[in-house]
């Protein structure tokens, strides 16, 4: 206790010994090298950092998760040292190194096998069972799942482009989007989808899958790794519109064809690889069914033994089919629309931020642009303090052609940051049928006066843009469902497109719109050239940044 007081007050005087130097900053990455020679960064490993001559007790950092420390540092001579060595596949690393810090600028020291001290390991833990490191091995291998209704999170099983998820995810659909980085994103099939075992299998362009490391499943072994209750689990997910990441649960329960866990699975995480501490696949995240909905903080893993099943149904379907088309598909804008630009543009619109419309025989169509979004939002916040204040609302008229603006249904967390792109909005409209304006008519000859009674048109089927000749793709064709009543439901479109995607520079913008009552008929438009100037308007300060 004597000693670690004494270095701790001459670090206490050392730190103060010189007030006046700036600090620079040493940015440190540790990577060791795989048997396939890929880098693996380090995480948690410990390093002591000391100024030379030592005048003070080494510092301790310790790396992220992605084998980064930064450590701010006074100018002079500094030793990097590990602390223990890293094993990894083996054999044992460790570091020492020597770093000169300049005045005013920051330096780099890249820790790997070619600087490290290698041995061949003894009993240390090696690397690759630190639960930590599952995250880093792995999160390239786990992929984004986009369907119309929903997303979701999959993973890289085989060399040929197979993707296992969870079928209740998946739901229906026959495509889904694979976005394998936020640059790459590709059409997938379904090749099996069984709702019983709650699994699904994917299938992209083995040529798109190729950087990408499979996830072993472990199927032809013999027997599995044991899952018992009070067992530590992993799983790492795609978050909806968020860096991908690693979550760990307890086991609770164990049934024959599911685990019961309390991971705690961000939006649209579901349908990614589930770990044991020591890198063994156990199964796929899931969601509880809605029997098992009141059970809040419980999570349902699919058993590995379902999803070896289901993939070995879809590896015999795969053999007689045609791989999918690998053309790389639109993403999102990497770079946000910063909020003082949107606050800035929201306030020149105040008193006009409804959608800019346009109609056809069957739809009611609404483009809607971030700064509108926002506009609209922070005027409804606006009436609900007025509301808690006290205050009468003074623009129910105008929230209420705002709507289309604020309640976007099942992709409302998506649009709940303001992403940068021009959203399009297909609504069917509402009609009274012809027997219903009749018997309207005949109560009214009686003395009774009764409200229109209306029903929405044919459903979207889809709908196609157009800037000049060229099709434009969109980057999601979204759907929404606007619950009509318990057992009715009726569904929009909500399309996604890059900023730039129509303009000015178009030309003629049509829309061809097709009902699901006429699928093969389609609906051509004509945007307003006045509607094209406002949106490219109100992307400008994005473009001018």
């Given amino acids: 206790?004597?000693?670690?007081?004494?270095?701790?007050?001459?670090?206490?005087?050392?730190?103060?010994?010189?007030?006046?130097?700036?600090?620079?900053?040493?940015?440190?990455?540790?990577?060791?090298?795989?048997?396939?020679?890929?880098?693996?960064?380090?995480?948690?490993?410990?390093l002591l950092v000391s100024d030379n001559p030592a005048s003070a007790p080494p510092r301790q950092i310790v790396t992220a998760l992605d084998g980064t420390a930064d450590v701010r540092l006074r100018p002079g001579n500094y030793t990097v040292e590990s602390d223990r060595p890293v094993v990894?596949?083996?054999?044992?690393?460790?570091?020492?190194?020597?770093?000169?810090?300049?005045?005013?600028?920051?330096?780099?020291?890249?820790?790997?096998?070619?600087?490290?001290?290698?041995?061949?390991?003894?009993?240390?833990?090696?690397?690759?069972?630190?639960?930590?490191?599952?995250?880093?091995?792995?999160?390239?291998?786990?992929?984004?799942?986009?369907?119309?209704?929903?997303?979701?999170?999959?993973?890289?099983?085989?060399?040929?482009?197979?993707?296992?998820?969870?079928?209740?995810?998946?739901?229906?659909?026959?495509?889904?989007?694979?976005?394998?980085?936020?640059?790459?994103?590709?059409?997938?099939?379904?090749?099996?989808?069984?709702?019983?075992?709650?699994?699904?299998?994917?299938?992209?362009?083995?040529?798109?899958?190729?950087?990408?490391?499979?996830?072993?499943?472990?199927?032809?072994?013999?027997?599995?790794?044991?899952?018992v209750d009070g067992q530590e689990l992993f799983t790492i997910g795609a978050p909806l519109r968020e860096q991908k990441g690693m979550t760990s649960g307890t086991v609770s329960r164990v049934e024959s064809h599911a685990i019961v866990s309390d991971f705690r699975l961000a939006s649209g995480s579901a349908g990614g690889p589930v770990f044991t501490a020591g890198g063994s696949v156990v199964g796929i995240t899931s969601i509880m069914d809605e029997k098992n909905e009141s059970r809040r903080g419980a999570s349902r893993v699919v058993r590995i033994d379902d999803v070896c099943d289901v993939v070995a149904s879809a590896e015999k379907k795969m053999k007689d089919a045609a791989p999918p088309d690998g053309t790389h598909l639109p993403v999102e804008p990497v770079r946000p629309f910063?909020?003082?630009?949107?606050?800035?543009?929201?306030?020149?619109?105040?008193?006009?931020?409804?959608?800019?419309?346009?109609?056809?025989?069957?739809?009611?169509?609404?483009?809607?642009?971030?700064?509108?979004?926002?506009?609209?939002?922070?005027?409804?916040?606006?009436?609900?303090?007025?509301?808690?204040?006290?205050?009468?609302?003074?623009?129910?008229?105008?929230?209420?052609?705002?709507?289309?603006?604020?309640?976007?249904?099942?992709?409302?967390?998506?649009?709940?940051?303001?992403?940068?792109?021009?959203?399009?909005?297909?609504?069917?409209?509402?009609?009274?049928?012809?027997?219903?304006?009749?018997?309207?008519?005949?109560?009214?000859?009686?003395?009774?006066?009764?409200?229109?009674?209306?029903?929405?048109?044919?459903?979207?089927?889809?709908?196609?843009?157009?800037?000049?000749?060229?099709?434009?793709?969109?980057i999601h064709p979204f759907k929404l469902e606007q619950r009509v009543s318990v057992s009715d439901a009726i569904y929009e479109g909500l399309y996604v497109l890059d900023p730039g995607a129509l303009g000015p520079h178009c030309g003629p913008v049509k829309l061809v719109l097709y009902s699901e009552k006429e699928p093969a008929k389609g609906d051509t438009r004509l945007v307003d050239p006045r509607v094209l100037q406002q949106i490219w308007q109100d992307f400008a300060p994005y473009r001018e940044l």
């Fill in 338 to 474: 910063p909020m003082t630009a949107l606050k800035d543009a929201a306030q020149r619109r105040v008193g006009s931020l409804s959608p800019y419309q346009m109609s056809s025989s069957d739809f009611d169509v609404a483009f809607m642009t971030p700064v509108l979004i926002y506009g609209a939002q922070h005027q409804s916040e606006q009436e609900r303090g007025r509301a808690r204040r006290g205050v009468p609302r003074t623009r129910d008229a105008e929230l209420a052609v705002m709507r289309p603006l604020m309640d976007f249904g099942n992709w409302s967390e998506y649009v709940a940051d303001f992403p940068p792109v021009l959203l399009i909005r297909v609504t069917p409209k509402l009609v009274e049928g012809f027997w219903t304006t009749v018997a309207r008519g005949a109560a009214r000859t009686q003395g009774v006066s009764l409200p229109p009674i209306k029903h929405f048109k044919s459903g979207l089927s889809r709908m196609r843009v157009f800037c000049g000749d060229a099709e434009v793709t969109p």
């Fill in 88 to 227: 990894f596949h083996g054999r044992a690393y460790q570091w020492t190194q020597m770093v000169d810090i300049v005045a005013g600028r920051d330096a780099a020291l890249e820790l790997t096998a070619d600087n490290a001290e290698v041995e061949p390991a003894t009993s240390a833990t090696p690397l690759e069972a630190d639960p930590s490191f599952l995250l880093t091995q792995w999160q390239d291998s786990v992929v984004a799942l986009w369907t119309p209704s929903t997303h979701a999170s999959g993973f890289l099983i085989d060399a040929n482009g197979l993707i296992a998820t969870n079928q209740r995810v998946i739901g229906t659909a026959t495509s889904v989007e694979v976005q394998l980085s936020p640059a790459v994103k590709v059409a997938a099939s379904v090749l099996a989808a069984d709702p019983v075992r709650d699994v699904a299998v994917l299938w992209i362009d083995p040529k798109v899958a190729a950087s990408v490391r499979p996830v072993p499943l472990g199927c032809a072994q013999a027997s599995k790794p044991p899952v």
């Fill in 1 to 46: 206790m004597l000693r670690a007081l004494l270095f701790a007050t001459l670090f206490f005087f050392s730190s103060r010994a010189a007030p006046g130097q700036a600090l620079s900053v040493l940015h440190i990455k540790v990577v060791v090298v795989d048997a396939e020679r890929k880098a693996t960064p380090v995480p948690r490993h410990v």
